[in-house]
């Protein structure tokens, strides 16, 4: 299993940028949500769910805040394990939060055969001479075409 990671501190867009590429995934790319599991309506609102294409599976969590979301996750994870999983994509939090080192230890008890971990860093936009809409716009542009891209190349490749 390969394991593309969106860190950050809190409220730089990592829900939001998972949503953003699960949606991608949905309507571009031809994955079809499992278990007739559907993303909330509302965009910020956590989620997981389980996508697949033929035989590749993808399984996405979008919140490890805390222990208890970090447990339902494995959960989750645990449930659906059967026809195994091609990709996991997660959010984690920044090395100072607590709960990354519990994310991690999980992550590692649910799955033996990690081949490959890859990390994408988020930041903060700031609202400076009140273009916040418009940096905002470039730097989410940026992220969901650096998120694409990676996963259509190697080793993700999703295409």
Same mark, same amino acid.
């Given at each position: ?62 919140? =490890? ?8 996750? /494995?959960? #989750? +994870? $645990? ?6 999983? *091609? @990709?996991?994509?997660? =959010? ?8 990354? /080192?519990? #994310? +991690? $230890? ?6 033996? *055969? @990690? ?45």
């Amino acid at each position: 299993m390969k394991i593309l990671l969106i860190g950050g501190m809190e409220r730089v867009g990592k829900t939001t940028s998972i949503r953003r590429l699960t949606e991608t995934l949905i309507k571009s790319k031809g994955f079809q949500p499992e278990n007739n599991i559907n993303l909330p309506s509302n965009p910020t609102k956590d989620f997981k769910i389980i996508l697949h294409k033929n035989d590749f599976r993808i399984i996405i969590n979008s919140a =490890s805040d805390n222990i208890n979301i970090i447990n339902s996750f /494995k959960d #989750f +994870f $645990e449930e659906n394990i059967l026809q195994g999983y *091609n @990709i996991l994509i997660s =959010s984690v939090r920044d090395d100072d939060f607590y709960p990354r /080192k519990n #994310f +991690f $230890e999980t992550i590692n008890q649910l799955s033996q *055969n @990690i081949d490959f971990t890859l990390e994408i860093p988020l930041a903060k936009t700031t609202r400076q001479y009140n273009n916040f809409d418009i940096q905002l716009k470039w730097y989410e542009e940026k992220i969901d075409s650096l998120l694409t891209h990676i996963l259509e190349h190697h080793p993700y490749n999703i295409s």
